[in-house]
């Protein structure tokens, strides 16, 4: 079972890139991203319907598998859980 992985990079504060892999192959992504937040957003709307299970890295570190339904419903929530924890895990915030 391959599952996606959203991959969001931060270049500079209010500037992020995300791109979706299967397999380490790229599939889609865009530069130009806001917030953690819109990444998620804009990743997971170009997603085929059957995905129901997301994985998430965020600046190089794992953050977590999620539901589909969840990175939908609840994005800023999740966002913010994934800031917390890479700042927790860095200390960057």
């Not at 790229?26 to 997971?44: N, Q, Y």
Request: hydrophobic share 35%; aromatic share 8%.
């Amino acid at each position: 079972m391959t599952i996606p992985c959203v991959v969001i990079q931060r270049h500079k504060p209010g500037l992020y890139e995300w791109t979706v892999l299967y397999d380490r192959e790229s599939v889609d992504g865009d530069t130009g991203g806001t917030s953690i937040v819109g990444c998620l957003a804009s990743a997971v709307s170009g997603l085929p319907e059957p995905e129901r299970l997301i994985e998430v890295r965020y600046r190089g570190l794992h953050m977590g598998t999620f539901e589909r339904t969840e990175l939908e419903e609840c994005t800023d929530a999740v966002a913010g859980r994934i800031a917390a924890a890479y700042g927790a895990l860095t200390h960057d915030y």
